[in-house]
Every structure is written in C-alpha cells, then in structure tokens.
C-alpha cells in the first residue's frame, strides 16, 4: 500500500485500512512448530551438555520456568513475519542462530557448562539527540549534549557483548534514527546470532529507510505510542504531528517485513479500561506483532514525581495482558507484553543477569531507570561489566530474579 495514497486527516483519525495480521492460528502449523523447537531445544541441550538424562531434565525445568514467568503456556500466542516465529518480544526469532544463542544460555542457566550465561537484551542508547520532549524520558538529564559515542565506539561495544552471546541489542537514545548511517554501518559489520531491533518514536521514518534497514539484517521496530488519540500523544511527546509519524513509521515497517511492535507507557490517567482497549484495537488495525506495557516510574524526567500506578491499575493491566493472550475471542490480536507481570512473579531481569542498559555516555545501569553508573562499557570486559552490575545496588522496584 502507498502510505501517500491516504490522505493526512484519515491518518490522525485512524481510518487506516485493517492490516493484516501477522498472528498464526493454523492448529497444524502451531502443531509442527512446537514440535520443532522441542527437538531444537534438545539438540542445543544435548549439544552442550552431552548427558541425555540432563537434557531431558533441563527441557523440562525451562517448560515450566516459562510458564512460571509468562503465566502461560509456550506458543500459546505466536506470530509469523518473513518466515521467522516470533512470541515474546525478548525472543529471537526462529529459525535463527540467535534462536539458538539463546537457548544455549538458558541451558546454562538451569545446568551450567561455561562461565557465562550470556545476555538476552542489550539496550543500548546511541545519541543524546532527540527532536521531541516526551514527559517520562529517561536519557533526559544528558539530552542535547555533545555525543561520546563515536561509529567506532559504537561498533565496539556491539562487537564486544556479540561475542559476549547477546542475542538481542536494541537501539535507543534519544532518538535512534537521527544516527541511522551508524545503526546501516552497524548492521553491515554485525556478526551473526544476534536479533537487532530499534527503539524509536517513528520520526521521520520513511518506507525507503524501512526497506534498506531490512535488507541490511535489522529484525524489527518497536514504536513508542502513549495514547490511541492524536492530541493525547502529541501532547505526551511534545511534539505536534508525532502521532502521525508514529502510525506511519509503524505501516513502513510491516510493509518491509520488520517484526513491528507498539511500546506504552500508560500513565496514572490514561490506565483505564476504556483507553488500554482502544488502544490495542488501534494496534490490531495497524496489524503489528507486539503491544509493549512499561509502567511509567520516578526515573529521568519523571524522578520524585507521582507516577507509580495504583494497585488497581496494575491488576487492570495484568488482566488484560492474560485476556488478550489467552482467551480465543482476541486470537488475531497483537501479543501482548507486559515486563510487570512478570517482574511482580519472578525478579528483576535486568542487572546483567537478562538484560542491563549502556547509556549515551557509554556506561553500565543495571536498567535504565537506575541512575546509578557501574562503569564504562568501553573500557571494561563484557565479563567484568556483568560482574559488576550483579554487585551493585539497583533501583529496587523489582527484587533481582533469583534463577
């Protein structure tokens, strides 16, 4: 479809035309596929640890640690773009050497084999630059300043934590795309094994830069969307147009065949049924893959502010993540993934024991809502980094996952 077709005022009022979902249903197509990443699971695991007994114990210790962390059982909603099955946002996609990446470090995790366990997300901010004012902005005391990082610097960390068996890097600022002939040199010098993806409100995104990041390996797209309504977006990002920018950087990126996903942050206002419904309609017309739910918190702009949900707004959230997922009556509905859930169930997954964040500046943060530095990316190992984001004191919103 040519997005210049559809007149600007249709855009704003959502009357986009019902894409395609990218959801499978087929009871024969999810059949073979759950058979597939058993058998992959254990040939990994049989491959790393050499013991039958183990790989079957193995295989079904990490059965039951995903449903005890999604509440739910594997596969139970699943996607499909270019080939590739995709149903959590933090997995690779499969068939993939990162598929495989990660779960030789789940393997690890359960039945240690090797010093580490590897990393499943790198979020990484690549620029201090940014066109919008977003309200809840956690880079904001170091936005509009001179950047640190340079390509080389750039490429460096992402080789390091490559080799170090991250299998999925994220990139963030700021706004990402305002570096995009970093992120294309990026991903031409990137080894494989690794799932990229950027983290963008959408700004100036164009169907040509969609279709050469895709052909130049990036995985997917995840769009920031605060509110199903232009003016309530707009307003949240203070920027004028940005809602239009979000819905047409989110159908460039589906028409590509980036795995395409919305990203909220459902403030203490919006955190109503009525809203959070509209708003995952909105993201079944557009057709994407993923809904990501990040509640706001007192970090960047938003520190000693009021922002934390009730309690009631969480079970809110949490209700709807399991209806959505699970009940047949939303079967083409985006996936839907909401990190407080989980973190509420089992921990913390950041801290270099999942996940940790490298700032602007190029340090450590156990996440990116912890203000607390543990040291420089670029001068310290991969390991050493890990290690010492595991001895420092984080933000303590969630306790640290303890598997």
Request: proline share 4%; charged share 25%.
């Amino acid at each position: 479809m040519n997005l210049s077709t559809i007149p600007k005022k249709e855009l704003i009022r959502k009357k986009i035309p019902q894409q395609p979902s990218p959801i499978v249903n087929h009871p024969i197509e999810k059949l073979w596929l759950r058979i597939m990443l058993s058998l992959d699971l254990l040939y990994v695991a049989f491959k790393c640890l050499g013991n039958p007994i183990n790989v079957i114990k193995v295989s079904r210790t990490l059965k039951k640690k995903y449903v005890n962390v999604f509440g739910e059982e594997l596969l139970n909603k699943v996607s499909k773009v270019d080939g590739k099955y995709y149903w959590k946002f933090a997995t690779p996609g499969f068939p993939s050497q990162a598929s495989r990446q990660s779960r030789a470090n789940e393997v690890n995790r359960v039945m240690p084999y090797k010093s580490s366990n590897g990393l499943g997300i790198l979020l990484f901010g690549i620029t201090k630059k940014c066109p919008l004012s977003c309200e809840h902005c956690y880079e904001w005391d170091r936005m509009h300043q001179k950047e640190k990082l340079s390509t080389e610097d750039l490429l460096q960390i992402m080789h390091k934590y490559q080799d170090y068996g991250t299998t999925q890097m994220q990139f963030g600022g700021g706004e990402p795309l305002l570096r995009i002939k970093d992120i294309y040199t990026m991903l031409d010098h990137a080894k494989e094994g690794t799932d990229f993806w950027i983290v963008t409100s959408g700004w100036k995104f164009k169907a040509k830069q969609a279709t050469k990041l895709k052909n130049k390996g990036l995985t997917g797209v995840m769009i920031s969307l605060d509110h199903h309504q232009p003016e309530g977006h707009d307003k949240f990002r203070g920027k004028e147009a940005s809602y239009d920018m979000a819905i047409e950087a989110a159908l460039h990126a589906k028409h590509a065949k980036l795995v395409t996903g919305l990203s909220l942050c459902p403030t203490k206002a919006y955190t109503t049924e009525e809203n959070l419904r509209a708003y995952i309609e909105l993201a079944k017309q557009l057709g994407v893959t993923f809904v990501q739910i990040f509640e706001p918190k007192p970090a960047g702009r938003y520190k000693d502010k009021e922002v934390l949900l009730s309690k009631d707004q969480e079970q809110l959230l949490e209700d709807l993540y399991i209806e959505y997922n699970q009940s047949k009556k939303y079967k083409d509905y985006p996936i839907i993934n909401y990190t407080g859930y989980h973190q509420r169930r089992t921990g913390c997954f950041g801290g270099g024991d999942y996940y940790f964040y490298i700032d602007t500046d190029g340090d450590a943060h156990k996440c990116p809502l912890c203000s607390v530095k543990v040291c420089n990316a670029l001068a310290f190992s991969a390991d050493d980094t890990v290690n010492l984001l595991k001895q420092t004191a984080g933000c303590h919103f969630f306790e640290q996952c303890d598997f």
